[in-house]
T-cell receptor, first 113, second 114 residues
Framework: AQSVAQPEDQVNVAEGNPLTVKCTYS??????LFWYVQYPNRGLQFLLK??????LVKGSYGFEAEFNKSQTSFHLKKPSALVSDSALYFC???????????FGTGTRLKVLA | DAGVIQSPRHEVTEMGQEVTLRCKPI?????LFWYRQTMMRGLELLIY????????DSGMPEDRFSAKMPNASFSTLKIQPSEPRDSAVYFC????????????FGSGTRLTVV
């Protein structure tokens, strides 16, 4: 079965420190990979995507993600966390040839001042 | 563009009542999705429209749920009769059909059925 795993329910990081939010997937073929962020009482907002090409993709608000095909991972990173980055982050995979996303369960990021 | 617009933002209703949620997608997008979000089940795709036509409604939980898209700028999700277990946040999202496009989500409707 195709799936997306976000192994950490919550990640705590001090402001100014680097952050990583993990995502691994089990999908056949070459999927499209996405990260979304959800702030309280808001819908999901698109952060970045990997379609093809360079394994390191850059997105909104200083976030980036690294695609690793051999490890089937797409971890979200930021060099220096801000308190305002505190939110719920979703990894999503769109298998090639389909329209449906497979969403992870979400990781709550808390950046501590 | 104002983004994907959903109404109402909050809805509290009594069990057995009919509930209608509304969505206005981004102009030009040809795909529309209804999702439900709960703590227990996360994000669930309920139904997907392409060019106003329902393509996949396999996620609609029961016959009590129905969705329509009468034109490119409007969609509704109706629950009749509503039950307490329908309480959730319902999101509408729109996109282009091409798979490398991300979705644009609305702010959601928080439904509480008492």
């Amino acid at each position: 079965a195709q799936s997306v795993a976000q192994p950490e329910d919550q990640v705590n990081v001090a402001e100014g420190n680097p952050l990583t939010v993990k995502c691994t997937y089990s999908v056949s073929g070459n999927p499209y990979l996405f990260w979304y962020v959800q702030y309280p009482n808001r819908g999901l907002q698109f952060l970045l995507k990997y379609i093809t090409g360079d394994n390191l993709v850059k997105g909104s608000y200083g976030f980036e993600a690294e695609f690793n095909k051999s490890q089937t991972s797409f971890h979200l990173k930021k060099p220096s966390a801000l308190v305002s980055d505190s939110a719920l982050y979703f990894c999503a995979v769109r298998p090639s040839g389909t329209y449906k996303y497979i969403f992870g369960t979400g990781t709550r990021l808390k950046v501590l001042a | 563009d104002a983004g994907v617009i959903q109404s109402p933002r909050h809805e509290v209703t009594e069990m057995g009542q009919e509930v209608t949620l509304r969505c206005k997608p981004i102009s030009g997008h040809n795909s529309l999705f209804w999702y439900r979000q709960t703590m227990m089940r996360g994000l669930e795709l309920l139904i997907y429209f392409n060019n106003n036509v329902p393509i996949d409604d396999s996620g609609m939980p029961e016959d009590r749920f129905s969705a329509k898209m009468p034109n490119a700028s409007f969609s509704t999700l109706k629950i009749q009769p509503s039950e307490p277990r329908d309480s959730a946040v319902y999101f509408c999202a729109s996109s282009f059909l091409e798979p490398n496009y991300g979705y644009t989500f609305g702010s959601g409707t928080r439904l509480t059925v008492v």
